[in-house]
């Protein structure tokens, strides 16, 4: 269910109104108040984002110096809600030059009316793409002095933009040479016993593109994931492939990918946003490979004295290496010394975080 919003304000830090639209006359005037007497006087702000107070829920988000509240009567969609408060402030900060405070809200009243009656209807969310509302609502913001942000110029074909099926590409782009770089940045989480076994193991990564492309091309990128391989070999009748494969958890695609076509040729075909933003999301918990192992030793040398052992070896291959590796070693809050012996590389104690950081 999407957020059907009853009402939304605009707080600042004591509490005081800059702004409000209400969408539903389901809710009384006065829920503002019961949001400042129950939550903001009672300093409970930072405890939990929703709030139920009288049959209505309360989903605030503070940016800057401003509290955005999302005022909701039946048992909506919280993420959503939270969605389109981040989208909603970073359309603001597209016409408002970058910045998004009270000084911002204030000088932009009129501007702001006439976004939330584009944003939502009746509650429901609508569209939030700065390029597509730019076409029709052509007011200019006040900007802050200290932006620098040049101003986004207008592009045509509006009616295209916001009815065709790609609204996050405007037509008429050239470029003298077509580029595309493509990025795969993974993270590894490990937990590990205390004897060197594997207790948990997951790789979380996203696939990062910068496209300067001409026209409305459609790109294709193919994956060597286990599913997808089993599929494609059944529908041509010939065993699967023994290669390398990955086997996918979950996946995350950005709106400009063709999900019926994923679901059906597991291809992931796309008409490309200019410039950078990210292709996908996914997550791995089998078969992963870990880059490093590390092997502590620790010895009490009676009740205040301790010797710790650290080795670190690659199991990557010969051809690759690895840049930035740091290991953290927690200590007890009570250590008063260190003495290193190190390798290859430095290392240092650092009170702050109690640890032995060794770069």
């Avoid at 006065?30 to 006087?41: G, L, P, S």
């Avoid at 590990?192 to 990128?221: E, I, Y």
């Avoid at 286990?226 to 494969?245: D, F, H, N, Q, V």
């Avoid at 076509?261 to 200019?274: A, G, M």
Wanted: aromatic letters at 10%; proline letters at 5%.
């Amino acid at each position: 269910m999407p957020v059907a919003a009853s009402a939304i304000y605009f707080l600042n830090l004591r509490g005081d109104v800059l702004i409000n639209r209400t969408y539903r006359d389901d809710v009384g005037g006065n829920m503002v108040d019961a949001f400042r007497t129950h939550i903001m006087q009672t300093k409970e702000l930072g405890n939990c984002p929703v709030r139920q107070i009288g049959g209505c829920s309360f989903v605030y988000m503070r940016i800057s110096n401003v509290y955005i509240v999302i005022v909701v009567s039946s048992n909506a969609n919280v993420a959503c809600g939270f969605k389109f408060v981040v989208e909603a402030v970073a359309l603001f900060k597209s016409y408002f030059g970058g910045a998004f405070d009270e000084d911002a809200i204030r000088n932009n009243f009129v501007l702001i009316y006439e976004l939330l009656d584009e944003i939502m209807d009746f509650g429901y969310p609508q569209n939030l793409s700065p390029e597509i509302l730019k076409l029709y609502i052509t007011q200019e913001g006040v900007r802050s002095p200290f932006s620098s942000k040049p101003k986004d110029k207008p592009v045509p074909n509006a009616t295209l933009q916001v009815t065709g099926a790609v609204g996050w590409r405007r037509e008429g782009l050239a470029y003298k040479k077509n580029e595309v770089f493509l990025d795969i940045v993974e993270s590894v989480n490990l937990l590990m016993s205390s004897k060197g076994n594997v207790l948990r193991c997951d790789v979380t990564g996203k696939v990062l593109m910068k496209c300067f492309l001409s026209g409305m091309p459609d790109l294709k990128l193919g994956l060597n994931d286990k599913i997808g391989l089993e599929k494609e070999s059944e529908m041509k009748s010939r065993p699967a492939k023994s290669g390398k494969t990955i086997e996918l958890d979950d996946v995350t695609f950005h709106q400009c990918v063709n999900l019926t076509r994923f679901n059906s040729e597991k291809t992931v075909s796309f008409v490309p946003p200019d410039g950078e933003f990210e292709l996908m999301k996914y997550r791995i918990t089998e078969g992963v490979n870990l880059p490093f192992r590390v092997l502590p030793t620790i010895k009490e040398l009676g009740r205040t004295r301790m010797e710790v052992n650290v080795k670190v070896k690659s199991v990557f291959g010969a051809k690759m290496f690895a840049l930035g590796v740091v290991v953290k070693i927690p200590v007890p809050k009570q250590t008063a010394k260190t003495n290193f012996q190190v390798t290859t590389g430095r290392a240092k104690y650092n009170p702050s975080i109690d640890c032995l950081v060794w770069k």
